[in-house]
Nanobody, 124 residues
Framework: QVQLVESGGGLVQAGGSLRLSCVAS????????MGWYRQAPGKQRELVAR???????NYADSVKGRFTISRDNAKNTVYLQMANLKPEDTGVYYC??????????????????WGQGTQVTVSS
């Protein structure tokens, strides 16, 4: 079994900062790309940022220059440093990872995993 657990969400005023963390645990053999997505009320889930195994990154245009994604492979952790937050950044932020894992006896699978989400609220 594999789990992704996020932390670090909360309420912040516009212009403030937050740092999200996501730890992957379980019978993991290899973690490929990792990323953060968000979903605002009434809207579809959208990509915020992704980071590859070689730490190359890509960002949504709306967060470029304000958010930074990074990962610590030794800790199976991905981070999202968010600065200069705006009210439109409000939403539930989800961690995502492409993971190769032992899912059962003699069974290795590469699957897409999601965390449970953490709420980020930016007040104006």
């Amino acid at each position: 079994q594999v789990q992704l657990v996020e932390s670090g969400g909360g309420l912040v005023q516009a212009g403030g900062s937050l740092r999200l963390s996501c730890v992957a645990s379980g019978t993991i053999l290899r973690i490929n790309s990792m990323g953060w997505y968000r979903q605002a009320p009434g809207k579809q889930r959208e990509l915020v940022a992704r980071v590859s195994t070689s730490s190359s990154t890509n960002y949504a245009d709306s967060v470029k220059g304000r958010f930074t994604i990074s990962r610590d492979n030794a800790k199976n952790t991905v981070y999202l440093q968010m600065a200069n937050l705006k009210p439109e950044d409000t939403g539930v932020y989800y961690c995502n990872a492409d993971i190769l894992a032992n899912i059962a006896s003699s069974s290795v699978r590469r699957l897409d995993y999601w965390g449970q989400g953490t709420q980020v609220t930016v007040s104006s």
